[in-house]
Each structure stands twice: as structure tokens, then as C-alpha cells.
């Protein structure tokens, strides 16, 4: 969940290009950052607790000599708390080298009680600084170069990391190694890049290779050498990268959630429209990158059930994908956390269709559940946003979401996206397995055009204004209950979710009709309750909360195109009529920008809210 960053140049100083790629990567992780330079004589590290500001400040202070050598982080704790001393890059004892990392280096006591055995001083409560001194010791054992260091040191390690190592002085070299988060690498004649996301490198190329698990990359300006940790050199054939560099960044939006709510009309052309096929009324879930995806009729057709394990947002896309692919293609599916379907030893057929959702791709549980599938006999699938990422490149078929680079902290976009690729897929597996017909195929395939305009009404001025009329009228609410039915229940679940991560406020999202066995027992003046109803199946039942949560003193705001529940409702957003089973790309607008006025009214800091870093690769 840290962002790594390092290069080494042919001429001119390399400093600039690494602070830019830590501001590109601060969402990752931003309780501290640092950078290290190798300089003839030695090395300059800068490190602060905080903010990249703090360490440019820093840098202000002492500027430090032009070098053509460095990496940088920046940090989310596991191992410490977030102070000047345990902020990386770290060294070793004979100030030869630096080092930063993401991940956790689960056996760091043994390795810190065996170095402090041999006298080494440890100047960090990091897990990290263990890795150095061991990197420290080889050179001293005679590893010749620091890669072949870092191939002994890591066999000594256990756990999950992506590591950056340099050399300096005399032998100036650049390394990096994987085993679990990412890292990628590309090179160009001026210069050599890494880092742990491909935002951080496409200002200096396209082509990026990522590494795999057990993979060490030496770097030099043009030249790329990749080993795995017994010394056995290994080809590793670069991706292009479709992405521009724009999309890093916030536009005219003073926040990247709210660049990011803005882009979802565009989001929805991307993901569906280029897909549609309207001749047979069907799709294709391939993607230029990946050709047919993996999506064969006889994949479709044998699947007798599908499971999706995902965590946070893109579970709630998850939940809407058992409504999508149930209702559609008539497939039972199942739905669940991946931290716990991985430790609850599922059961599991092997003619099951695994399907991980994940915008990231590295996120270290729902990699863990897939594996699991995978080794039980299932086909493993995804729905991801990003090509070259690790869920990607471990599944046998995938819908690649096309949402661009998600920077704020809240999924905004990637969930919308999520959505629209589970309906493709349910649509194109309801068509290989006949229950479609291609009338209604065509219908389907229609109604995704048809939201479009509707998106673009719910961002329209007009529409943001009224929300946040009624952000202001319950931004000192004691509470938010939302509820929602059927394909809308997940809706009420997202809407909660995104509420406490960046106002900080509670919320909780339920399903309708389970307020009465629990829930109804909050409602009282000065408690907000958000129900989510639009037209369909459902709609009579949930407009009867509407007038149970009222008849107990409760404010409710409806959201939703049914007429009857919005007139009931004290505050009534309302949203277009789509098909039912898009319901969910259109309810969730609003309450996206409910969450982003209620923070911004409460002055949080809503692309870096506490606690939270996007991308969780570890446990
Ligand atoms: C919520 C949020 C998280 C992620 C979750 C999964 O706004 O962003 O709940 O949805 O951590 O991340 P991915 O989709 O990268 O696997």
C-alpha cells in the first residue's frame, strides 16, 4: 500500500522525476515520505513524517547535490508509526546502500535478533531495515553485485514485498524485486524507471514490463536484466500501456473523487459501447489488450455457477453481479468477502466460474481467493481495471473495466464500471447459453445506450446544487441509515460505505426489509435515513419503509425514479427511469456526490481520508 518510485539516468538529476512520481503515488499510502540520492561520495536521504510537502520542505532546507541515481516512497505503516526515523529509504550499517518497500517482511524479528546479534544497530521499528542490513551483510559475505545481494538476502526473507535497492558510491546500481505487490519497469536510452504503479512511469514510457512473483530486475539507463532469486535469467516481454498521462491528474476538479464522479458518462462509452454488438444483440468481453478475453461460448455455456469474491466497493459490484447474472443468464451465483471466503474452506465444483472484481488487481485478499478457486478446480475470471495487473495476468478470462486510473481514495468510477461489466457479462452468458434470445438481447444492449444522457443529467449543475442543498440540511445529522431491495440493496450499501470512509460520519446500509428485525430501533428526529427505489419489482415494498421510518419521527431522503416513494419522502432526488437491472449505474450518482459534499462541508481531506490507502496488498 506504499508507492515506490526510482530511476537512474544517463545525465541530469534525477530528483525532480521522483518527487513527481511520489505525488502520482501519494494516494497509495501518505503517512510519510523520502528519497534517496546517490551521490559520488555517498548518499543525501531526505525523509519526513507526513506529506510529500514536509519532505519537499525538507528538501528546500538542505538541497542536495544533482544525481543520476534515487528512489523514493511514500508510506503507509504497518511496522511503526509514522515518524522521520521509520520513514523510508533505510540504509545499511556501512551506509552502502538504500532501500524502500511496500509489503510486510513477516519473519523481520528472527532476522532483527540475528543481525543484532552480530552488533548491527537498528535505527527504525521497521520491518524494512532488516531487509537493508541483510542486503548490508551479503555485500560484506562478497555478493558481487547488489542484485545478487538481494537473490541471497530474499531467500532469508518471508513474506509479501516489492522492494527498490541502490547502490551507491564507486558501483552505482539500481535494483528491484517482487514476491506479492506489484512493481514495474521500463527503460528508455536516457534512463531506467520503476515503480509500484504505471502511473508512476508513463511520463517516461509506455512500454512497461511488470515483474512477476520471485523476480529481480537490475536497471541501467536502456538495459533491463531480470533473474529469479536463483540466478536463472528470465525474459519478461513488455506491455504497451494505453493510458495518457492526463488521466494522473485532477483537471479542473478541485478533488480527484470528484474528477473521477464527473468521468462516469465516459466510463460507461468506454466499458460498453465499443462492445456492443447490436446485429446479434450481444457483446464481445474482449478488450484491445487482450484480445477475446478468454470468454470462449463453451466457457459460458459449461459453468453451472459462478462465485465472486471481492472486498469493499467492488464486492458491492459484486452483489449486483449475482442479481445481473442470476436474473439474466439464470446462474446461481454466490457472493462474498474474499478475506473470508479464502479461511473458510468453501466448498467448491469444479465447473464453477471464479469471479474476482477488483479495480486494482493487487488487492491482497481477493488475489488470495482466486488462488484458492483455482487450486479447488475452478475457472478463474475477473472484472479489473488494470491490464498488466496481477488478477489480470492470473485468470484464465477477463472484462477489463476501461474506467482509467482511479487516484481517489473513494472507487467512484471503478465501481460504476464494475457494474456495467457484470451486466455485460451476464448478457453475453444468458446469449451462449440460449436464455437470451437475440430480441431481448438487443433490448439489454439498447438500455445501456439509453443511460448515457441520464448520467449526464444527474452531474449536470442543476442536479450537483440539489444535493448539495440537501448535503448542507444533513451534514450535522446524528447518523445515516440507507436502505435499498433487490438490485438496489448493494446501492445502500455502497451509499454507506462511501459516507463514513471520507466524512467520518456513521452510516450503515441495510436491505429494506430487514429494518424491522433491527434497524428501525435507530430512527428518531435527527437521524437520516437515505432509501434507494426506483421503478420495478420491489418498489411497493420499499416504499412502505419509507413511511415506517417517517411515522417514527425519521427524515428520509428517497433517491430513485419511483414516483410514489419520492412524493412520500421528506427530500426527493430524483433520478431517470432506466431499466431496472441499470438501476443501480444511475442511484449511486447521487449518492456519490451526497458523500463528497457532506466531507467537503465537514472540511475532511477527501481523496487522502484517515486511515485509508487505495490498493490493499497486504492482509
Ligand atoms: C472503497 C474502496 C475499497 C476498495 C477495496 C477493493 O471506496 O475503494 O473498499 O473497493 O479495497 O479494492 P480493489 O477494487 O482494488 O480490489
Redesign the pocket.
Known sequence: MCGIVGAVLTQGSVLEGLIEGLRVLEYRGYDSAGVALGLEGGVAIRRRAGRIEKLEAALGESPPADSQIGIGHTRWATHGPPTDANAHPHTDGGERLALVHNGIIENHGELRAELEAEGVAFKSDTDTEALAHLLGRELDNGAPTLAEAMRRALSRVHGYYAVAAMRFGEQRELVCARQGPPICVGVTPEGAFLGSDVLALIPHTREIVFLDDGDVCELAPGHLRVTRLDGTEVERASQHVSWEEADAGKGVYPHYMLKEIHEQPDVLARTAFSRIDEERGDVLLGHEELGDGGWSDALLRDVSRVQVA???????AGYIARYLIEGLARVPVDADY?SEFRYRDPVLMPDTLALA???????AD?LAAQRLAREKGCTPAAIC?VAGST?VRESDAVVLTNAGP?IG????K??VA?VIAAYLLAVRMGRARGVIDQARGLELVRDLRLLRPSLERLLSEEHVSEIQAVAARHVEAKGFLFLGRGINYPVALEGA??LK?ISYMHAEGYPAGEMKHGPIALIEPGMSTVVVNSRGGVADKVRSNVEQVRARGGQVICVGSDPESLDLADEAIVVPESSEWLSPVLNVIPLQLLSYEIARLRGCDIDKPRN?A???TVE
Open positions: 471481492a472486498c469493499g466497493t467492488a464486492l458491492h474474499a472484481i477488483s479495480q486494482s488487481g493487487e488487492t481477493t481495471n488478477l482511479e481514495v473513494a472507487s467512484t471503478a465501481f464494475q460505505l462511501k470512509e485509508l487505495k490498493s490493499v
